[in-house]
């Protein structure tokens, strides 16, 4: 399993942005998916984002036009861009990093992102 270490959490105010950053030990050229998802307090974990080995993303309905997930391969990091964050976004976001449609994945720790006034 990667070793997967989340980064750029924060507080922030409605309509704010943030940049979250998922370091990898390891390369991420060749991994099947990096992905985003986030957890809120009492809720269960969701998917936000993903991004395929050959650029292919996915964003949940609630976070489109407003999240951007990128990979930078030569760095072994997965970005999320996140904009226009409404207090409904906050939760502790973790990186996951699979290896096939199969694979259970590996995890982060998470970081946690507060959106409040």
């Known amino acids: 399993q990667m070793q997967l270490v989340e980064s750029g959490g924060g507080l922030v105010q409605p309509g704010g942005s943030l940049r979250l950053s998922c370091a990898a030990s390891?390369?991420?050229?060749?991994?099947?998916?990096m992905a985003w998802y986030r957890q809120a307090p009492g809720k269960q974990r969701v998917f936000v984002a993903s991004?395929?080995?050959?650029?292919?993303?996915i964003y949940a309905d609630n976070v489109k036009g407003r999240f951007t997930i990128s990979r930078d391969d030569a760095k072994n990091t997965v970005y999320l861009e996140m904009n226009s964050l409404k207090p409904e976004d906050t939760a502790v976001y973790y990186c996951?990093?699979?290896?096939?449609?199969?694979?259970?994945?590996?995890w982060g720790q998470g970081t946690q992102v507060t959106v409040s006034s």
């Open positions: 996951k990093a699979t290896r096939g449609p199969t694979d259970f994945g590996s």
């Open positions: 390891g390369s991420i050229a060749s991994i099947y998916s």
């Open positions: 991004i395929r080995r050959g650029g292919t993303t």
